[in-house]
């Protein structure tokens, strides 16, 4: 099943498989302070990456203050799974979605899409989830187009910008399709 369909199923990420997310998969910026963020936008600038989809409201925010500010940031409103974070991330337009914790809900995919079809107009987005956004960088390395910038935190290791390839689309595929997909009108 393509990346496109499973936008219609809730997925679950069997335990078994969380191991295929865990270290980078992209370049890494470990720089302490605010230094990950320049030089991931230095990255970003430097390889014309566009647009820039964030995953996680510190990676959002530091990219933000560092004159880098996400096309599509991807908040929980929490850092670490349960620091509360205060910090107003102005965006142009404002999705919601429920997204519990290893799963991946149909709205999470419909907004990510909305939001990558506004770039021509240069609008910004934030997706504000209800419960856990960690795997929503699965869909939005998946429906970015090639060229384009996912970035997200690595808990006490620094910043990942994800150059969007034909390869790490290949590799999402793959992940997505060891996932368990529930119909939406099925518990």
Partial sequence: MAAKQLR???????????????GPKGKLFSRSGLGAAEDACAYI?????????????????NLAKVNCQATLSILDGKTKRHDEL????????????????????PEVWIAIELALEMRESEKTAKLLIEGEEDLT???????????????????????????????????????????????????
């Fill in 137 to 187: 960088a699965l869909p939005a390395v998946a429906l970015a187009p090639t060229d384009s910038a996912v970035v997200y935190g690595l808990p006490d290791q620094g910043i990942v910008v994800i150059k969007v390839t034909p390869t790490h689309k290949q590799a999402v595929e793959n992940i997505l399709q060891k996932m368990v997909p529930h119909n939406e009108n099925q518990d």
């Fill in 8 to 22: 219609e199923l809730r997925l679950t990420l069997p335990e078994q498989h969380r191991h295929l997310l865990k």
């Fill in 45 to 61: 600038r430097r390889h014309k990456l566009h647009p820039i989809i964030a995953v996680g409201d510190l990676v959002s925010i």
């Fill in 86 to 105: 205060d910090y107003d991330l102005v965006a142009d337009v404002i999705f919601f979605a429920v997204n519990p914790a290893a799963e991946l809900r």
